[in-house]
């Protein structure tokens, strides 16, 4: 069935070339050090975009052996790609922070070369996550994405504090892989295949074929429809176990500001962007399994739609939870890496309400039973695609955000002239080390405020229109059912949960900005951690700026992503019949008046 | 005048702050008498753009058939189910408000002349992207677009408070902020909602104010349990963000603090617009869209605003700090907006319209004034001050004549709305509720009239402790006095000028500012008052006026034909 062609070659062109950037940059590294590293990877890096942006996007899913190129998977790899540039400009930053430390200092850093290469891998890996239509392929490229994780995190700091982090991560990693491991072995025995459209197709089918007896055990296949009730809620709550790692969300939420405050400032960049994709295309992949393809007029199955119930209340109460305890947690810490890491957790929490809205949106208000298909129409907006207009706005902001950081570097020492010895360069590791940074820094201190703004969701930068997005398709979850629902009340109480989460976030994020903006300080900033990082977050903010004037292009092409998952038919856009309605609103403006005299 | 088409010079105007920041911000290194000097001309010539389109406005057709004039629309956000536009236009009840902000403004920068000189490029960028806002947040057309300045308000005024504010000033911006944002992310929700229930009942998405104004009245919110209560919620929703900003009493705490800490140039903006934009938010969303729920809460919310005259008068009456003394009295001189608003009688509707620009003009000045007194005393403290009538003649008679509009002396502005308003209250107290309702209408609307006794009291008292008397300056500002004269200056008198002759203008002739809004502000509350006739139905059978009854048979008459049969079932009312 699986055949491997030349053809599958070709469509992973832009990995393949990432793998072979990575293996020059090793062999480079081992001559000429680590900067040649990173730019092997830069370059890679931009002839992965160009082969990638080359490929042909008929609109239609291509799949060959393993891997299936779609809008989805399309969007998920131009993203990987992209954030990877910024990422591997704001590294090379780091490399040149470390660089300009003496040797008494701490955070000492032998010059690796592996780096720039295990970085690639890394991006390789994340963007075959979004391609695998197989288990085995997804589960490898998963470890892919893992295991050059553990090794960026040993490899850039290795003082016992980022010891201490790669451990942490390291093992936890290893159980949550275990965990969707489990959960994709039960995969297997729900479909007997490794395949995920067989799967699904199974999945679909399963129970729909009969109304299921009392009993409750027609044999469809192999497999029972009450067999597949035991193995789904497992299947469900370990994939979700492993999700949650990635992504941050709670109940695997707590290794996240450890590690982030022992591991160094751009390995928490890399933390809080790329494993949170790699966790929205698994949730996303499972979600797809229980919804019929697009325009297959397929129903879905009562098992299937057992599926989606429990997959939506269970993601929309992680949702609710995370975002509360990400937030709530944030307002308490005083580092940033520890900060940031809080507020990774509680966008993790933004990220899953559009997750939760897409799995309802495929139920049907009826119940476990009622067995109707999507309702796909104009008047409810997808939630998947809300969810990765949310993640690249998310994303942007977050690394913007690191890259300024590194680029402060240092604060300058306070000079003591009673000793001769040289001060301790002091890394910018507190809110209060920010103090003033609109006086010593102005560029960089705009830079921070605005994507801090973003991030709190303030109109009219993306931020903002990521939120609109996703409150917009949870709020429209039912919102045409004729009496009000269950389902309609969970959602409207989750948009609530959502925005007043977005108002407690503000103010850890003013916070900063007070510090930035309103306090003084006697000691400015070194600005020492690289030129590349300081491009970086100056090409975040000039992107950032020009997406909250014009959101509609990064929207539309969310939009065509989640579509080709979510099985919702693909909405070009569409004049809106405005005539109509102006003609009768004037119609009753004049009535009103004729009523006025 | 057809070289301009009506809509570009209001994007013009709109635009026209934010090509100042630039300038301003390109003119930084020329020192600070290039940067405030282009602020000021920025400023002024938006006033003069944006008085010339009203007075375009005022000649229109638009104007005389109640119609959106210079209307702009242009795609924003279109895919999926989003239709989002910019779109812009001006109509009888943004008409004031925008004028209002663009005058504001100019009094803002000018106020600020030599009060600001540190990090001045910043200071007068951010008034200038804040004068964008609003006026951008009065002439929205979108939904979404409203949403957008009605936010962003929020982030020039949060760094003016926090950079250049006094000592408290990060807290107050802290607090502001996240009190604001907190409120107006529930008024999202519920715009949301509106958005998507209209989408769900007309088969097509729109985001554009009239058309879900329409819509809505065609497909009402449910105001029962099988619909959720959802018109209920959605009110709440909307009540909660609006009321914050106003503020209306219980959720005003924000607001003393914000005022005291904020620089003299952004309390002048805050009092004199943004509390505005809570208001109206009522007329333009809560009144026309959702009557019901309006209907039923109009006089829990009239009765708030009764208390929030008394008590803001009360709480204004024992203040040692003059501005915080003002700052009271703007949550006093709101209470009368809201109650005016929620008595559901038109003339205080249109009273209640007007006060927003009188309250805009009087607290502006007094904030202006009384940031001049603190430049020349350093101290805002009452006690501390006196006398500064025989130092500063002209300061004092411009601190009386805001003094006596604030306090709604008869010939000035303050009379007029404060005088329909309560009219309106007493009517509708006498004539317009039911039986049972009718003794607490009465005693609400006295308080009305109450709070404009202890509102004389308040501001006379504290005029009289700090103008006139014996100075109880300390010395140390007395040396201050022979160098130079401590009355205004010249730029104080630019800004203060327009706002005194717009001060006597609405109080002599305020038909020329009624006029032109009247229509509009009825048509947006006429389904909220005919909703709140309908609930007190009963009461007009024993009451029995006949102006009354009038009313309502006309009212019926204009409901009819644009109401479906689900609009017509009798509303339930708690009795």
Not at chain 2, 294 to 307: C, E, I, K, N, R
Request: glycine share 10%; with cysteine.
């Amino acid at each position: 069935m699986m055949t491997t062609s030349l053809e599958t070659f070709l469509l992973l062109s832009p990995e393949i070339t990432l793998f072979l950037a990575a293996l020059i940059a090793y062999l480079a590294a081992a001559f000429s050090g680590l900067r040649a590293g990173w730019l092997v990877a830069v370059t890679g890096l931009g002839i992965a975009i160009l082969v990638s942006g080359n490929q042909p996007d008929s609109g239609e899913a291509i799949s060959s052996g393993p891997i299936t190129i779609d809008g989805f998977s399309f969007y998920i790899r131009l993203l990987t790609y992209t954030t990877g540039l910024v990422l591997a400009l704001i590294q090379s930053g780091d490399y040149w922070k470390s660089a300009v430390q003496d040797d008494s200092s701490q955070h000492k850093r032998r010059g690796t070369g592996e780096e720039a290469g295990t970085f690639l891998i890394l991006l390789a890996g994340l963007s075959l996550v979004g391609l695998a239509n197989d288990l085995v392929l997804l589960f490898i490229s998963l470890e892919l994405v893992s295991i050059p994780t553990y090794i960026l995190l040993a490899l850039k700091r290795t003082d016992a504090a980022g010891q201490e982090a790669s451990l942490k991560y390291f093992f936890l990693s290893l159980v949550a892989s275990a965990l969707f491991l489990y959960s994709l072995a039960c995969l297997y025995g729900l479909g007997g295949s490794t395949s995920l459209l067989a799967i699904g197709n199974q999945i679909q089918s399963l129970g729909s074929i009969a109304p299921p007896t009392i009993e409750g055990s027609i044999v469809v296949g192999t497999i029972t429809a009450s067999m597949a009730a035991v193995l789904l809620p497992v299947m469900l709550g370990t994939a979700l176990a492993g999700v949650a790692f990635r992504m941050a969300a709670v109940p695997m939420h707590f290794y996240a500001p450890d590690v982030y405050e022992g591991t160094s400032t751009s390995n928490a960049a890399v933390l809080s962007t790329l494993p949170k994709i790699a966790g929205i295309v698994m949730l996303a992949r499972i979600i797809a399994l229980a919804i019929p393809p697009l325009g297959s007029g397929q129903t879905v199955g009562p098992v299937a739609e057992i599926l989606l119930l429990q997959t939506w209340h269970l993601i929309a109460i992680v949702a609710a939870v995370t975002m509360t305890v990400g937030n709530c947690m944030a307002l308490l810490q005083n580092n940033l890496r520890r900060l940031l890491a809080c507020s990774s957790i509680a966008h993790a929490g933004y990220l899953l309400v559009g997750l939760a809205a897409v799995t309802a949106a495929a139920t049907s208000e009826q119940g476990p039973l009622g067995g109707e298909s999507i309702t796909a129409n104009a008047l409810t907006l997808d939630g998947l695609a809300s969810t990765l207009f949310y993640l690249a706005t998310y994303v942007l902001a977050t690394v913007g955000l690191f890259g300024g950081l590194i680029y402060l570097g240092h604060r300058w020492p306070e000079w003591s002239t009673s000793s001769n010895k040289r001060p301790r360069l002091e890394e910018i590791e507190t809110v209060d080390d920010l103090n003033g940074l609109s006086t010593t820094n102005p560029v960089a201190a705009f830079c921070l405020a605005t994507f801090l703004l973003s991030l709190a969701g303030i109109p009219p930068l993306p931020g903002f229109w990521g939120k609109l997005s996703l409150v917009t398709s949870s709020l429209s979850i039912g919102s045409g059912d004729a009496a009000f629902g269950d389902r309609r009340a969970w959602f409207i109480g989750l948009s609530i949960v959502l925005v007043l989460n977005a108002a407690i976030a503000a103010a850890y994020y003013l916070r900063l900005i007070t510090a930035m903006y309103f306090k003084s300080t006697d000691k400015g900033v070194q600005a020492d951690g690289g030129l590349s990082s300081g491009l970086a977050m100056v090409v975040c903010l000039i992107v950032l700026l020009s997406i909250s004037i014009r959101p509609r292009g990064l929207f539309t092409s969310a939009l065509r992503a989640g579509n080709t998952l979510s099985g919702n038919i693909a909405t070009e856009t569409m004049p809106p019949q405005t005539t109509q309605i102006s003609v009768g609103d004037a119609m009753i403006a004049s009535e009103i008046q004729k009523g006025n005299r | 005048m057809n070289l301009l088409s009506p809509s570009t010079h209001l994007l013009l105007v709109i635009l026209m702050p934010l090509v100042g920041a630039g300038i301003v911000w390109l003119v930084s290194s020329r020192g600070l008498q290039a940067v405030r000097q282009s602020a000021a001309t920025t400023a002024v010539l938006t006033l003069v753009a944006a008085g010339w389109l009203i007075l375009r406005y005022l000649m229109s057709t638009e104007a005389a058939s109640n119609q959106v004039f210079a209307m702009v629309s242009v795609p924003w956000l279109t895919g999926g189910m989003f239709d989002i536009r910019l779109s812009v236009g001006l109509d009888g009840l943004s008409l004031w408000l925008f004028g209002l902000s663009a005058l504001l403004s100019v009094t803002a920068i000018f106020v600020s002349w030599e009060a600001v000189t540190e990090r001045a490029v910043g200071f007068y960028m951010l008034l200038l992207l804040l004068e964008t806002a609003m006026l951008g947040v009065f002439v929205a057309r979108d939904i979404i677009l409203f949403y957008v300045f009605f936010e962003f308000t929020l982030v020039p005024l949060f760094f003016l408070i926090g950079i250049w504010g006094h000592d408290e000033r990060r807290k107050a911006a802290i607090t502001f902020f996240i009190y604001t944002l907190a409120g107006s992310v529930l008024a999202f929700l519920g715009l949301m909602t509106i958005v998507l229930w209209n989408a769900s009942h007309t088969g097509s998405v729109t985001f554009d104010i009239e058309a879900l104004t329409a819509g809505l009245s065609l497909h009402p919110l449910p105001m029962d349990a099988d619909g959720g209560y959802l018109q209920w919620v959605v009110f709440l929703a909307l009540l909660i963000g609006f009321a914050v900003k106003v503020p209306i009493f219980p959720f005003h705490t924000w607001l003393p603090l914000a005022h005291v800490e904020a620089p003299t140039g952004a309390s002048v903006d805050l009092a004199g617009v943004l509390l505005k934009i809570g208001i109206y938010g009522f007329l333009r969303f809560s009144m026309p869209m959702l009557p019901e729920a309006t209907a039923v809460a109009a006089p829990w919310l009239f009765a708030l605003g009764a208390f929030g005259i008394v008590y803001g008068a009360l709480v204004a009456l024992v203040q040692q700090d003059l501005k915080r003394l003002i700052a009271y009295s703007s949550v006093s001189h709101m209470g009368y907006v809201v109650m005016g608003l929620f008595a559901l009688e038109p003339v205080a509707i249109e009273g209640a319209n007007l006060q927003l620009i009188n309250h805009g003009l009087s607290s502006a000045g007094l904030f202006a004034l009384v940031g001049m007194l603190y430049e020349r005393f350093h101290t805002r403290s009452i006690q501390s001050l006196g006398g500064v009538a025989k130092k500063a003649p002209w300061l004092t008679a411009l601190f009386m004549v805001f003094t006596f509009s604030s306090i709604g002396l008869p010939g000035l502005n303050g009379f007029v709305g404060e005088f329909m308003i309560l009219a309106g209250s007493f009517q509708r107290a006498w004539t317009g509720v039911s039986p049972e309702l009718q003794q607490s209408y009465l005693i609400l609307s006295l308080m009305g009239v109450v709070g404009v006794v202890l509102g004389a009291w308040y501001m006379l008292w504290a005029v009289e402790r700090v103008f006139f008397g014996n100075s109880r300056l300390p010395p140390s500002h007395l040396d201050n006095e022979s160098q130079e004269s401590l009355d205004l200056r010249w730029h104080e008198i630019v800004a203060l000028a327009p706002l005194t002759v717009f001060v006597l203008w609405i109080g002599i002739t305020p038909a020329t500012f009624l006029a032109p809004s009247s229509q509009s502000v009825r048509t947006m509350t006429l389904a909220s008052s005919n909703a709140f006739n309908r609930q007190m139905q009963p009461a007009q059978g024993h009451a029995g006026t006949e102006m009354i009854t009038h009313n309502n048979e006309s009212s019926d008459q204009q409901d009819r034909p644009k109401t479906n049969p689900t609009f017509q079932k009798p509303i339930s009312v708690k009795q």
